[in-house]
C-alpha cells in the first residue's frame, strides 16, 4: 500500500505499509543488532548518484508504540533540508510489518506512523 497526500508541503508526505510473512517466527536478533548498530551510525554520508556530492545524513531512533513482540522506530535524513524518511519495523510471530513515511526531519510522525502498523497487522487477523 502507498499513500501519498496531496498538497502535502514539501516535501509531500508519502507512506508505504509491506508485509512478510516466513515460515519460521522473524528473528529477534534482527531487531537487536539494529537498535545496536544505530548508535553506531548516527552520521554518514551519501549520494543519490556517483558523481553526485555527500550528502550527510543523521540516523536516529523516534518514539514508537510497542506493537507486536518487538518494535524498531528510526528517522534518517538532514535536518538542514528538513528531509527525512521514518521507518518503523514491527515484529509479530511469523509477521514483519513495515512502514516507511517520507516526511520532514523536524515532523512528529510516531502516532501516525504505530497506527497504521497496527491497523496492518489487524487485518493479519
Known amino acids: 500500500m502507498r499513500y501519498a497526500q496531496k498538497n502535502g508541503g514539501t516535501p509531500t508526505p508519502q507512506l508505504s505499509v509491506a508485509i512478510w510473512t516466513f515460515d519460521e517466527p522473524y528473528p529477534q536478533r534482527f531487531f537487536d543488532e539494529a537498535g545496536a548498530s544505530l548508535a553506531e551510525c548516527a552520521k554518514f554520508t551519501s549520494r543519490t548518484a556517483p558523481d553526485a556530492n555527500d550528502i550527510e545524513q543523521t540516523a536516529q531512533h523516534i518514539g514508537s508504540p510497542v506493537i507486536g513482540d518487538q518494535t524498531f ?29 517520507i516526511t520532514g526531519f523536524r515532523a512528529n510522525n510516531e502516532e501516525r506512523l504505530g497506527k497504521f502498523v497496527t491497523e496492518a497487522l489487524e487485518d493479519l487477523k
Not at 87 to 100: F, K, M, P, T
Open 73 to 101: 522506530a528510526v528517522r534518517i535524513g538532514n535536518e538542514e533540508t528538513d528531509i527525512a524518511v521514518d521507518y518503523i519495523w514491527v515484529r509479530s510471530g511469523h509477521n514483519l510489518i513495515s512502514a516507511r513515511m
